[in-house]
């Protein structure tokens, strides 16, 4: 059986998010001008004409996103990433909570725009990022190869593992005995990709919500749920009845995506990351959700 560490793709992630523009066209409006003394003091001319132009743009710019919408899109069943709580708000005023919406709602305070929040289906999210109906993906979103192909990542925020849930007494105990054993599923999560390359499609049963996949678990219809480990432990803690085995399916990092190409928006959200990391409200927002063991 392959275990499947796609953790080293963070490396990748980071590379597509430095990548680096060409000289601007006014750099090389003033180099050739350069080259005649006679076109000399105009070049200087141009070049401040230019200069100037690109700090009204880029002040603009500004300007613009402020008080602009930033639109996540998510699939709010992912607890303690993303959920419906009707006793909370959440950072757009909705009962959406978790620690990918108080994230995406700090990173919408610093760029000076305002967070609305998206609920729909997880595999939903990229096709949403593609056509700019989303401006940001915050989903417990784990960054693969393939994903990559179709959107770009920040950089990541958080570890997460794939662990297996069994029913008490299961007589699975570990990866090995999934073999011909029904697997349940969230739709389109790397817990489904990695089940059907390991143990073939037709053992895996796929759902919408991991809460459901859950159901299935207590009603006998699946024999193990493969999920990430923060809403494994929440779904066990909620029904009696139901274990996590101790050992790890797969590891995985989560990363905010965005529309591929979107360097100007990544650039802005991972400055903004790299900030709440470093005044430590990153690890208050965790904290608040995720108590440490
Ligand atoms: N981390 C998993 C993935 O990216 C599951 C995410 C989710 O269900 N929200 O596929």
Redesign the pocket.
């Known amino acids: 059986m392959k275990k499947k560490f796609v953790c080293l793709l963070m490396a990748a992630a980071c590379t597509a998010s430095l990548a680096a523009c060409g000289g601007s066209a006014s750099e090389t409006t003033a180099a050739a001008a350069a080259d005649t003394t006679a076109a000399e003091t105009k070049a200087a001319d141009d070049t401040t004409a230019a200069e100037a132009e690109e700090t009204t743009a880029a002040e603009e710019k500004e300007e613009a996103s402020e008080g602009k919408q930033l639109i996540m899109a998510?699939?709010a069943?992912?607890p303690p990433?993303?959920y419906h709580d009707s006793s909370m708000t959440g950072p757009d005023g909705s009962d959406i909570v978790g620690i990918d919406a108080e994230i995406a709602g700090a990173i919408a305070e610093k760029l000076g725009m305002e967070l609305v929040i998206e609920d729909i289906a997880?595999d939903s999210i990229i096709p949403e990022l593609q056509s700019g109906k989303a401006d940001i993906g915050a989903?417990?979103?784990?960054v693969?190869e393939d994903?990559l192909v179709n959107v770009d990542f920040s950089d990541t925020y958080a570890t997460?593992v794939?662990v297996i849930i069994v029913t008490e007494g299961s007589e699975i105990a570990g990866p090995d005995d999934l073999a011909e054993k029904t697997i349940g599923v969230?739709q389109?999560?790397?817990?489904?990709?990695y089940a059907s390359d390991d143990f073939g499609d037709e053992n895996v049963d796929r759902y919408p919500k991991?809460v459901d996949a859950v159901q299935a678990l207590l009603q006998g219809k699946v024999d193990a749920v493969i999920?990430?480990n923060e809403?494994a432990k929440v779904f066990v803690s909620e029904n009696e009845g139901l274990k996590l085995l101790d050992t790890a399916y797969a590891e995985?990092e989560?990363a905010i995506a965005v529309k591929k190409g979107n360097t100007e928006l990544l650039d802005q959200i991972n400055g903004a990351l790299a900030e709440l990391k470093e005044s430590g409200t990153l690890d208050e927002i965790v904290a608040k959700y995720i108590s440490a063991e």
């Open positions: 998510t699939n069943e992912f990433y993303e997880f989903a417990g979103m784990t693969t994903r997460a794939q969230q389109g999560t790397t817990g489904d990709i991991g999920i990430d809403p995985e989560y």
